[in-house]
């Protein structure tokens, strides 16, 4: 019999939600076929079976929330559990009915109405004289109800939540049992702990106001109101005729949690320099007709950034970098992560693993594949795990600077913004300045200020401009 149990799906991803079981007991499954679906921060993905048999038994049921290493099933040999079920039930069946029934009505109903009755009358009704003192000591059970704060007790009531929803709803006192779950099998969220507490907040706020004006001197203290204050005053959402309230998916709700846990991690510092295309642009003229033919997509300026990267990474290692912990984990390989967009409903990055080996047209191809993957849902846990860097891509909208949030546990991400023909200062071999129509634009870097100091960040980012300009770029195409 061998265990079937949640894999681990990226990184940072602890838990994850079963949504969709393939097969159910008693099932033949195959070695590498699919056996459930899970839905994590990171991806919904379909998880394939680690051993060939039947399945004999399933432990997590659809829309509950597992941890990682958590055991979900188990598959026997052929043969081994369809047979075990039939046997079990005839039995049972036979004991319960027939002689269970008729001796426990005898035993009942004779000896033990009248015994019972004799013993509780007489010892029972005289000795409250100990009765004053009980009120006193009801005074303490209170303090009882504030046990739900801690994880443990969540548990125990059967109550599953994140880290995240249990540290709200211990910080603002709130009864778990008294909210109502939106997410996946009426699992309750970070919105709808924030919405109870905006809801409490303007139900308390009538109150608050009557009470102030007969104590002047309180006044003073609430000049400045705490951290936790402040966040459990933030207003009810008003919903007026007209508007319209759209629930949070699965992914846009995870994708949230992970970028204000991105924020409260890494003290975050905006870095950017203005780049020079125009070498770039020859090659992409001259080769866009030949490429598409070739490869059967577009040559943007994606794969050219991508690739003086990696090479600047070389030379600045401390970006290709994780925090561990205390310590700053400097990979020897670049698994580079590009930021996908699914649909405007959130964000994905797999990872182009061993990207320091390839060259411009395997990154290019690498890129087209992960994107298409990623909006098709057909990435496996293996694309998504391992990032060491990270490139986001906005300039396809034309932007002209924008400020990413960090990869956790990355150190660093590089926007690539829009470009533009422009009028720039250029100078020839003899010195000589001149007015020219380049192509122009931005990398602006997102960078973790624990990890390394400003100096460190823009070395790198003029390494990585140096080489987008003097590089021979058709002869990498080639």
């Keep these: 019999m061998a265990d079937v149990m949640m894999p681990q799906l990226g990184e940072t991803v602890t838990e994850g939600t079963i949504t969709r079981w393939f097969k159910q007991v008693g099932d033949e499954v195959a070695l ?101 003192e009980p009120p006193s000591e009801a005074v303490e ?28 709803i211990s910080e603002n006192n709130l009864d778990p049992s008294t909210l109502t779950g939106t997410g996946l099998g009426g699992r309750i969220t970070r919105a709808d702990v924030e919405q109870a507490i ?10 608050a106001a009557e009470a102030e004006p007969p104590p002047p001197a309180a006044a003073p203290e609430e000049r400045k109101p705490s951290r936790r204050a402040r966040r459990s005053a933030v207003p009810a959402v008003v919903v007026r005729s007209g508007d319209s309230v759209v629930p949070l998916n699965n992914i846009r709700r995870r994708t949230a949690e992970h970028m204000v846990m991105s924020k409260q991690t890494s003290p975050h510092v905006l870095t950017a320099i203005e780049v020079d295309y125009e070498g770039i642009e020859k090659v992409r003229r001259a080769a866009k007709q030949a490429w598409k033919a070739e490869e059967g997509f577009s040559l943007t300026y994606l794969p ?28 020897a390989g670049v698994n580079l992560a590009v930021a996908v967009d699914i649909d405007f ?17 395997q990154i290019a191809r690498d890129i087209v594949d992960l994107a298409n993957r990623a909006r098709s849902r057909k990435l496996g846990p293996d694309d998504l795990a391992g990032g060491t860097f990270t490139l ?17 546990p990355q150190v660093a991400i ?46 790198f980012l003029h390494r990585t401009k140096e080489i987008i300009e003097t590089r021979d770029w058709e002869a990498e195409i080639r």
């Excluded at 990682?68 to 004991?95: C, H, I, K, M, N």
């Excluded at 991508?306 to 990979?331: C, I, K, M, T, W």
């Design 198 to 207: 905006r809801a409490r907040a303007s139900a308390e706020a009538p109150a």
């Design 304 to 331: 050219f950034i991508a690739r003086a990267v990696v090479d600047a990474l070389r030379d600045y290692p401390h970006l290709n970098a994780s925090f561990g912990g205390d310590e700053l984990v400097v990979h």
């Design 345 to 361: 409903q959130g964000l994905l990055a797999p990872v182009i693993h061993g990207a320091e080996g390839k060259r411009l047209r």
């Design 32 to 132: 590498d076929e699919a056996l459930f679906e899970v839905s994590t921060d990171k991806v919904d993905t379909e998880v394939p079976s680690p051993v060939a048999g039947v399945l004999a038994e399933i432990l997590a049921n659809e829309g509950d929330l597992v941890e990682v290493g958590q055991v979900l099933a188990r598959v026997g040999d052929s043969g081994d559990a369809p047979p075990a079920e039939p046997p079990a039930a005839e039995p049972v069946q036979e004991v319960v009915e027939p002689p269970a029934a008729e001796p426990v009505q005898e035993v009942v109903e004779p000896p033990a109405a009248e015994p019972v009755q004799e013993v509780v009358e007489p010892p029972a009704a005289p000795e409250p004289p100990a009765a004053p």
């Design 414 to 459: 590089l926007s690539t913004d829009g470009v533009s023909r422009k009028p720039v200062v250029v100078t020839d071999n003899y010195g000589n300045e001149s007015i020219a129509i380049h192509s122009m634009g931005v990398l602006a870097m997102a960078w973790d200020h624990r990890a390394f100091d400003g100096a460190y960040a823009a070395a």
């Design 392 to 408: 986001t891509n906005a300039g396809q909208y034309g932007t002209m600077m924008q400020f990413p949030i960090i990869n956790q």
């Design 141 to 168: 059970p209170p303090s009882e109800p504030e046990e739900p704060k801690s994880a443990g007790a969540f548990r125990a009531a059967g109550i599953v939540l994140s880290p995240v929803v249990r540290r709200l």
